[in-house]
């Protein structure tokens, strides 16, 4: 057998999962949008021989090869731990804020100072700390709410303490008690809500959050082409099914009716000899 007749072989559904795994690689990597990933996908499946199956990845890295890799999501630098986020120093540039009948918030990358001062009288503030870097191991959050509410949201290793006072309103302790992780601050929330609230929160950052979802669109991408490989497999089967039957149910019409050698009219069967002599016996009357 030459080389050139190598791609004329027939593909086995090893064969085809290998070419599927590839296609999934190369959409969780970005290579392929979805489109063209469930043409592609569609394309294997429906594949006989190599040949159909070696353009559907010729534009694709093999595996073990190794590519630039880059990165679309804002992901940490390396050693870019808790030890370079925390005791960064007190100079935080800010330390206090104040809504009244309007709103303050604190986000984004920015430096928790070791005491930090809020202030709302109808109205509302977020205090987020899940980019934040920490001042020392251990800040303190005074909050005041009165006929207001103040949110806190801080990242997950966190240790979280609430000791605030509520008037006919109240601090949110649900964070309490959650261990926090090596080198991780600690938060303390303080100070007195009067018909207002405090609430502390846990929130993922939006990094974690893009991941997460990437991770669950992967999965459901994995259960659709397993679904559509075993529906792909079926259809073979109850393809070939069908036509076993049909040929089945052909033959049998061919012996049961009008099969000459063996139906029921064959010139061989009762009903053939039959014909036979009547025809015989109308010639003599004829005669």
């Known amino acids: 057998m030459t080389d050139d007749a190598a791609p004329d072989l027939r593909a086995s559904d090893a064969d085809r999962e290998r070419v599927a795994a590839v296609l999934r690689d190369a959409v969780a990597e970005g290579r392929l949008d979805m489109e063209e990933f469930e043409e592609r ?37 390396p050693g870019d731990d808790w030890s370079s986020r925390v005791g960064v ?48 191991r251990e ?83 994995e259960r659709r082409a397993n679904r559509r490989g075993e529906g792909a497999g079926g259809d073979v089967d109850r393809s070939e099914l069908g036509a076993s039957s049909s040929g089945q149910a052909a033959l049998g019409q061919g012996h049961g009716h009008g099969g000459f050698g063996h139906g029921s009219f064959g010139f061989d069967s009762p009903h053939g000899r039959r014909a036979e002599e009547q025809g015989e016996r109308r010639s003599d009357r004829d005669r």
Not at 43 to 64: F, N, S
Not at 110 to 133: H, M, Q, S, V, Y
């Open 41 to 77: 996908l569609d394309a294997t499946y429906k594949a006989r021989t190599y040949r159909e199956l070696e353009p559907i990845t010729r534009d694709l890295p093999a595996p073990g090869v190794s590519v630039p890799v880059v990165s679309l999501t804002k992901s940490p630098e």
């Open 139 to 221: 800040i303190v959050i005074n909050a005041v709410a009165i006929m207001g509410g103040i949110e806190v949201i801080v990242p997950q290793g966190v240790e979280v303490v609430v000791r605030g006072i509520g008037v006919m309103g109240g601090f949110d302790h649900r964070e309490e008690g959650v261990p926090g992780e090596p080198g991780a601050p600690r938060v303390i929330v303080s100070g007195f809500a009067f018909w207002g609230g405090v609430g502390v929160r846990r929130k993922l950052t939006r990094a974690e959050k893009q991941r997460l979802r990437e991770e669950r669109r992967l999965e459901k991408l």
């Open 89 to 136: 120093g007190d100079d935080a540039p800010s330390t206090w804020a104040v809504a009244v009948m309007s709103g303050f918030q604190r986000k984004g990358r920015w430096t928790a100072p070791r005491k930090f001062n809020c202030f709302a009288f109808w109205g509302g503030g977020e205090i987020d700390l899940r980019e934040a870097d920490f001042a020392d």
